[in-house]
């Protein structure tokens, strides 16, 4: 099993946040200070300049890393003090109630689950989504670019 890892910024509701949940059956680790983030993690940011692929496949070892908070805040959290992996995520097609159809407004859940989905953990990635009415819906509206990417295509 690949290692998750959510940093919460407790800017959600919580009874409606995907990452709490997780956290809550045991499927991520949440913490609620950067400096958790593990050495050489791969970390998903929206605003890195590399697109995860499966080369990345390398830093597996020390996690999936997902950041659940304002995007206007990234920058703040990620002050280079430790050597990680970011990654933003090719355009991918929300599946989630708030912004469904949209490009790129991922929940964490589907993040996480388009990350382990790409780097070849499809059954993991189908157990996060699983979580959600909506989730394994995502796979689905997005099932082309993500089997593409998963390939290295």
């Known amino acids: 099993m690949v290692r998750i890892l959510i940093y919460h910024g407790k800017q959600c509701n919580p009874k409606a946040c995907t990452a709490l949940k997780l956290g809550r059956f045991g499927l991520a680790k949440v913490f609620y200070t950067p400096r958790f983030i593990p050495r050489h993690s791969i970390v998903l940011n929206p605003l890195a300049d590399k697109t995860l692929s499966l080369m990345d496949k390398a830093y597996l070892g020390k996690g999936i890393v997902a950041l659940d908070c304002s995007w206007n805040r990234i920058e703040e959290i990620l002050v280079p003090r430790k050597p990680v992996q970011l990654r933003v995520l090719p355009p991918l097609v929300a599946a989630n109630p708030v912004n469904y159809g949209k490009i790129s407004k991922l929940s964490t859940v589907e993040a996480l689950g388009a990350a382990l989905y790409i780097l070849?953990?499809?059954?993991?990635?189908?157990?996060?989504?699983?979580?959600?009415?909506?989730?394994?819906?995502?796979?689905?509206?997005?099932?082309?670019?993500?089997?593409?990417?998963?390939?290295?295509?």
């Open 120 to 153: 070849g953990h499809e059954e993991e990635a189908r157990k996060l989504l699983n979580k959600y009415k909506w989730g394994l819906h995502f796979l689905e509206l997005n099932r082309n670019p993500l089997e593409s990417y998963s390939k290295g295509v």
